[in-house]
């Protein structure tokens, strides 16, 4: 079956970094286009970046432009998102989203404060 596995999440300064992890396993990762999400309590999934199958045409929301970095490595069956400058906004539970939606990791969860 379908599994997502994000990591990497934690407690942050605003202005710090933090690389997110999402290993899949159980569909041909390299034919799937990916995406990062995330919500916060009370608010709807945001998307915040995505990625085709062959690792180009990243695209991302206002909100992460210029700060995340949305990447894959195919033959290790993962996707990053390399967050810089990272704002209190930022705080929310991150997933990997196979497709757009067809499926979703556990999430880790990124919260930025000082």
């Known amino acids: 079956q379908v599994q997502l596995v994000e990591s990497g999440g934690g407690l942050v300064q605003p202005g710090g970094s933090l690389r997110l992890a999402c290993v899949a396993s159980?569909?041909?990762?390299?034919?799937?286009?990916m995406r990062w999400v995330r919500q916060t309590p009370g608010e709807e999934i945001e998307w915040v970046a995505s990625?085709?199958?062959?690792?180009?045409?990243?695209s991302y929301a206002p909100s992460a432009e210029g700060r995340f970095t949305i990447s894959r490595d195919n033959a290790k069956n993962t996707l990053y998102l390399q967050m810089d400058n990272l704002k209190p906004e930022d705080t929310a539970v991150y997933y990997c989203?196979?497709?757009?939606?067809?499926?979703r990791g556990q999430g880790t969860r990124v919260t930025v404060s000082s």
């Open positions: 159980g569909f041909p990762f390299s034919l799937y286009f």
């Open positions: 989203e196979k497709g757009v939606a067809l499926d």
């Open positions: 990625i085709n199958s062959n690792g180009g045409g990243q």
